[in-house]
């Protein structure tokens, strides 16, 4: 993983490793959402002074907007998964600034934003039931999911409630604990790219394998 060792910042993101990443901006009001954006190039310093990566809410690099407290209710679960992994790799730990921008790298961003995706508009009831799906899927699927969602609803209003952004909803949040690894987990690697292909894995899935109960 991108960002493996003591040069990491952020969440696992090494600029000398690879300059795709993302950052979580949060700002110095409670009262006012938290913003995850995709990025390709890096030079140091450039957000050291800024609250926000973008500034606009239709930027193309903004994939999504989470309510502050929707945001609070995953923290700590997503915390824990990147950690441990940082942990398993002799890597630095991560946290969340207060107030700023947070770097991670690219696997963390996609696995972060496919749970955001997941949850921005659902009913926070289901936040956790989103949570526990999603930390039963391994991150090779979550990056398979995130890809096909950023294909075509990628940006953060533009593809809002729709196509794959309302099938991961539904995956993750409408079905009990467990039945996503059982139904929408067949195939779902098939279709990564060159880096994250897991060999062997030939089934693609469908939007349908996605909504099935």
């Given at each position: 993983?991108?960002?493996?060792?003591?040069?990491?910042?952020?969440?696992?993101?090494?600029?000398?490793?690879?300059?795709?990443?993302?950052?979580?901006?949060?700002?110095?009001?409670?009262?006012?959402?938290?913003?995850?954006?995709?990025?390709?190039?890096?030079?140091?310093?450039?957000?050291?002074?800024?609250?926000?990566?973008?500034?606009?809410?239709?930027?193309?690099?903004?994939?999504?907007?989470?309510?502050?407290?929707?945001?609070?209710?995953?923290?700590?679960?997503?915390?824990?998964?990147?950690?441990?992994?940082?942990?398993?790799?002799?890597?630095?730990?991560?946290?969340?600034?207060?107030?700023?921008?947070?770097?991670?790298?690219?696997?963390?961003?996609?696995?972060?934003?496919?749970?955001?995706?997941?949850?921005?508009d659902a009913d926070?009831?289901?936040?956790?039931?989103?949570?526990?799906?999603?930390?039963?899927?391994?991150?090779?699927?979550?990056?398979?999911?995130?890809?096909?969602?950023?294909?075509?609803?990628?940006?953060?209003?533009?593809?809002?409630?729709?196509?794959?952004?309302?099938?991961?909803?539904?995956?993750?949040?409408?079905?009990?604990v467990g039945v996503?690894?059982?139904?929408?987990?067949?195939?779902?690697?098939?279709?990564?790219?060159?880096?994250?292909r897991v060999p062997?894995?030939?089934?693609?899935?469908?939007?349908?394998?996605?909504?099935?109960?």
């Amino acid at each position: 993983m991108s960002g493996a060792g003591s040069k990491g910042v952020g969440f696992g993101f090494n600029p000398d490793e690879s300059q795709h990443y993302f950052l979580v901006s949060i700002s110095t009001s409670n009262a006012v959402e938290v913003w995850i954006s995709e990025h390709m190039s890096w030079s140091r310093g450039m957000w050291d002074t800024k609250i926000r990566a973008v500034t606009k809410e239709t930027d193309e690099r903004l994939r999504v907007i989470l309510s502050r407290d929707r945001w609070e209710r995953i923290v700590p679960a997503v915390t824990a998964e990147f950690n441990a992994r940082l942990k398993a790799q002799g890597g630095r730990r991560g946290r969340w600034r207060e107030k700023g921008i947070t770097p991670l790298s690219r696997l963390f961003g996609k696995e972060l934003v496919l749970l955001a995706w997941a949850i921005e508009d659902a009913d926070p009831g289901r936040v956790q039931t989103a949570v526990a799906n999603w930390m039963g899927l391994t991150p090779e699927e979550r990056w398979w999911l995130y890809t096909m969602t950023n294909a075509a609803t990628g940006q953060a209003l533009s593809g809002r409630n729709r196509g794959w952004r309302v099938a991961v909803r539904y995956a993750l949040c409408e079905n009990p604990v467990g039945v996503v690894n059982a139904e929408a987990r067949v195939g779902l690697i098939a279709g990564l790219d060159g880096k994250e292909r897991v060999p062997g894995d030939k089934k693609q899935v469908t939007f349908d394998d996605l909504v099935r109960e």
